[in-house]
T-cell receptor, first 113, second 113 residues
């Protein structure tokens, strides 16, 4: 079984630019989550999809962040325009049921300079 | 603000010893508890889940939960150098957000040969 795939693995962009992160969940997993870890902090929830619907986006920092999940398959997270404080590691995770723990992807390390 | 507290470490143990990792959480209504292992630069990997008070054993790992004390721990018996990693405690939120995980910052474990 293929795991959760994220790309790019690293991205360095300038402040004000746009970046799009992609996540391919495990096939058949209806639940898809985005989390973020900024330097020195704990991993924090951003949002949750059930199939193609946003279930909860309460963790999204502001309206510069836009997440989509096309046809209930892969998801993208766009940051536009990027700010310095957006730097961190963005993790995607998926699960079949919410309460049995997630499978995480390897993350995208975003650096805004 | 729901919180999960862990000692950041590093916790250093000799090979073959028992490593004991601890975690406290603030959300008294939390129902599901997880331990993730994260090697440097890699994705968090789920190693244990526990849902009811008491002990749960899986190979060399034992998770312990005490909901009254809001305390969860992970014991690693016969520690190996390959166990050297950051261990993340994660707890589901109570109520309608019980798909959402709150993470601690993690404890860095080093097992010395």
């Amino acid at each position: 079984e293929a795991g959760v795939t994220q790309f790019p693995s690293h991205s360095v962009i300038e402040k004000g630019q746009t970046v799009t992160l992609r996540c391919d969940p495990i096939s058949g997993h209806d639940n898809l989550y985005w989390y973020r870890r900024v330097m020195g902090k704990e991993i924090k929830f951003l949002l949750h999809f059930v199939k193609e619907s946003k279930q909860d986006e309460s963790g999204m920092p502001n309206n510069r962040f836009l997440a989509e999940r096309t046809g209930g398959t892969y998801s993208t997270l766009k940051v536009q325009p990027a700010e310095l404080e957006d730097s961190g590691v963005y993790f995607c995770a998926s699960s079949q049921e919410w309460n049995y723990g997630y499978t995480f992807g390897s993350g995208t390390r975003l650096t805004v300079v | 603000q729901k919180e999960v507290e862990q000692n950041s470490g590093p916790l250093s143990v000799p090979e073959g010893a028992i490593a004991s990792l601890n975690c406290t959480y603030s959300d008294r209504g939390s129902q599901s508890f997880f331990w993730y292992r994260q090697y440097s630069g890699k994705s968090p990997e789920l190693i244990m889940s526990i849902y009811s008070n008491g002990d749960k054993e899986d190979g060399r790992f034992t998770a312990q939960l005490n909901k009254a004390s809001q305390y969860v721990s992970l014991l690693i018996r016969d520690s190996q150098p390959s166990d050297s990693a950051t261990y993340l405690c994660a707890v589901t939120e109570s109520g309608g957000s019980n798909y959402k995980l709150t993470f601690g910052k993690g404890t860095l474990l080093t097992v010395n040969p």
